[in-house]
């Protein structure tokens, strides 16, 4: 199986920056889409960004401007770079792939354990 693996987390003041990476080890026949996602407390989990293979991207409204996705498809990596942070953006974030562990396997969903964001002073 595929294994998704966060890092970058952590507390920083608004209009700091982060960046977080996501790597994903296990079986692994091939990555389509690899993403980012959100959950603040008492709210549902939504899209941050995502990035297809070939490197198209799409961002929630509220990332426009300050985020930026990429990828390593050599190390099967993602990363989230995101600057001019706000309180608002105080979440769990989680990693997001779209795999096949075995060429015979469908395309299936996998996730991260999640990595706390905190944006405060």
């Known amino acids: 199986q595929v294994q998704l693996v966060e890092s970058g987390g952590g507390l920083v003041q608004p209009g700091g920056s982060l960046r977080l990476s996501c790597a994903a080890s296990g079986s692994i026949f091939s990555i389509n889409a690899m993403g980012w996602y959100c959950q603040a407390p008492g709210k549902q989990r939504e899209l941050v960004a995502d990035?297809?293979?070939?490197?198209?991207?799409n961002y929630a409204d509220s990332a426009k401007g300050r985020f930026t996705i990429s990828r390593d498809n050599a190390k099967n990596t993602v990363y989230l770079q995101m600057n001019s942070l706000k309180p608002e953006d105080t979440a769990v974030y989680y990693c997001?792939?779209?795999?096949?562990?075995?060429?015979?396997?469908?395309?299936?969903?996998?996730w991260g354990q999640g990595t706390q964001v905190t944006v405060s002073s």
């Open positions: 997001h792939a779209e795999a096949r562990p075995w060429a015979w396997d469908p395309v299936m969903d996998y």
């Open positions: 990035i297809t293979r070939g490197g198209s991207t």
